[in-house]
């Protein structure tokens, strides 16, 4: 028995049959070669990266076959990165200043590829080395003669191991055949990781060295929960872990019983518990679990990996996908949120020095309005085909939400002189993550249709804490008086014009908190649709007057910690009490 430990990339714990498949660690031989074979390994190089193109450009049209067109952003991915003139100009370098082969070369680059994303803070982009490691390994099978074989499919159930399996390898996996997939490499924000949890595919990840075991056809469990791969379990092991799985399942099974349950208060006050979204795969799972809409989508998933913007007709046509796979509920985008940390290739951004202090979010979309009006159009558009709202987020003030929203009052204009339509009375919200629009909440309560607080931003910039820094992870505190305070305010602010009170930062999924959010008076909180129904579980065992004593009685207290500790006792006293 071998007990391997990995991070829990998708949950779920399943028993099956191991199944290694070595599609993407070819065996690179390095040799020297003389002056005059320079530019005979040049030319293997140009060959097999124009091979691996139209191998990527033949799956590309079969996947636009058999899945439709919104998966195909991953293959358009390696596509670019393919299409990255330094990726030859680097690498053929490397073959003429080492003397070596061209297989060497190209492994050498992607070294460098490795070293220079190590230093990458944000890590999502760091990931994001992951889309290059499957492009140069499709590019090295391609000079060794390999075809990249579809996944074996098999009769039976399997559990698939790899040293790493790209996006479009998991677009090709049969759910019906596959149980769960390991990988040596990724993480759990890489997008076979997303896919894997928008596929309800258990799965661990960065399990080092499952491939090198000779152990094709071994039992082994994956528990996708706590992130451990055991391979050849012994008598006791399996039990447990059998025990833990029918627990889990018991457990989830019990919840979705009441996904269709109204998310009301025992006292038949309705709380909207909607889904926060990256990628429209996440709706289905979102209405599965639930939730009665999606409250956030984060669009930059769209226009990151990638060295040009995405144009209004692709914007469209994944914002479509999204608004399908959420209706008939509301859909709220939100308009792009990168700079700072999360930086867009091909922009010609200053290295900044304060870069969550800089040009991030409206502040970079204002910068560029033509492409700030092409997402705006896009949306619009989208909502003529059912309930859209749309977000800006990271607003500090009055000019950014007037300046956005007169952009966007021109482009309604431009759309209906183009008969074009649109949702005319399509509602406008700003974001709340800033100190300053928590001071300034009375007068922006005014300009906009709803408030959605992004309480990750707002502890970050309320507390002065770098919501990255691991060395400061102790001092992010949701319950900080002066977080909770700027809460109530919000909450004051939006209702004394009329208007609702979101709250969209990680915080809403905590069901600790739910008692406070409501009690203070929120009308809306979006979360991974992994939390709707724990959350829910709690509203339902709650009366709304009970919840706003619960949450008053947090402005005793002067430290998190203490209004931790009140919170805890109230909660569990709460359940307890009212458990049906
Ligand atoms: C937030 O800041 O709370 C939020 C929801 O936005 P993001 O996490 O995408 O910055
Ligand atoms: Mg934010």
Do not use: W
Request: net charge negative; aromatic share 4%; with cysteine.
């Amino acid at each position: 028995m071998r007990t391997f430990s990995g991070i829990a990339a998708s949950p779920g714990i399943v028993m099956g049959k191991l199944c290694i498949i070595d599609r993407s660690r070819s065996i690179v031989p390095e040799y020297s070669i003389p002056t005059e074979s320079v530019s005979h390994e040049t030319a293997r190089l140009e060959l097999a990266i124009e091979n691996t193109r139209i191998e990527l450009e033949t799956l590309k049209s079969r996947l636009a076959e058999t899945s439709g067109e919104d998966h195909l952003f991953f293959i358009e991915t390696h596509l670019m990165i393919l299409a990255d003139e330094r990726l030859v100009s680097e690498t053929s370098e490397i073959i003429r200043t080492g003397m070596i082969n061209a297989e060497g070369a190209l492994r050498r680059t992607l070294h460098r590829y490795h070293e220079a994303f190590a230093n990458i803070d944000d890590p999502y982009l760091r990931e994001r080395i992951s889309d290059v490691e499957t492009v140069i390994e499709r590019v090295l099978r391609s000079m060794s003669g390999e075809t990249a074989e579809p996944l074996p499919q098999a009769d039976s159930k399997m559990i698939i191991a790899a040293h790493d399996l790209s996006p479009a390898d998991m677009l090709q996996i049969n759910r019906s055949s596959v149980l769960a997939v390991i990988t040596e490499i990724g993480g759990r924000t890489s997008h076979t990781a997303i896919l894997a949890r928008a596929l309800d595919l258990p799965s661990v990840m960065g399990v080092e060295g499952i491939t090198d075991l000779l152990l094709d056809g071994a039992p082994v469990i994956v528990d996708g929960v706590s992130g451990t791969v055991i391979v050849d379990p012994d008598q006791e092991t399996f039990q447990s872990s059998l025990r833990r799985k029918q627990h889990y399942e018991y457990v989830e099974y019990e919840l979705l019983k009441t996904a269709d349950l109204p998310a009301i208060t025992l006292d038949g006050h309705q709380m909207h518990l909607r889904g926060n979204v990256e990628i429209p795969e996440e709706g289905a799972s979102v209405l599965a679990h639930g939730g009665s809409g999606a409250g956030l989508y984060r669009t930059e998933m769209l226009f990151m990996n990638r060295s040009f913007m995405p144009d209004e007709e692709e914007q469209l046509l994944i914002y479509r996908a999204m608004q399908q796979a959420i209706a008939p509920h509301p859909l709220t985008i939100r308009t792009l949120d990168a700079g700072g940390d999360k930086l867009l290739e091909g922009m010609d951004q200053a290295v900044e020095l304060n870069p969550a202090l800089g040009v991030r979010a409206i502040r970079l979309s204002l910068s560029m309005p033509e492409e700030f009006k092409k997402q705006l159009r896009a949306i619009l558009r989208v909502s003529a085909d059912g309930p859209v709202k749309i977000m800006f987020p990271m607003i500090s003030g009055m000019e950014e939400v007037r300046r956005a929203k007169s952009l966007l009052e021109e482009i309604k204009l431009e759309l209906a002189a183009s008969d074009i339509s649109f949702d005319k009375e399509i509602q406008v919200g700003v974001m709340i993550e800033i100190p300053g629009a928590v001071i300034l909440a009375d007068l922006l309560a005014r300009e906009v249709d709803f408030f959605s607080v992004g309480t990750n931003d707002l502890i970050q910039y309320t507390l002065a804490i770098d919501r990255s820094n691991e060395q400061l992870s102790h001092m992010y505190q949701p319950l900080h008086p002066a977080v909770l305070r700027s809460l109530r305010r919000i909450v004051q602010a939006a209702h004394g014009a009329g208007i609702p009170a979101c709250l969209c930062g990680e915080m809403a999924g905590d069901p600790l908190y739910l008692p406070v959010l409501l009690g203070l008076g929120f009308d809306e909180l979006s979360m991974g649709a992994g939390s709707l129904l724990r959350v829910k579980q709690i509203l339902r065992r709650c009366t709304l007057e009970r919840a706003a004593a619960i949450a008053e009685g947090c402005f005793a207290f002067s430290t998190a910690a203490e209004v931790e500790m009140y919170l805890k006792s109230q909660i569990t006293l709460d359940v307890a009490e009212s458990i049906d």
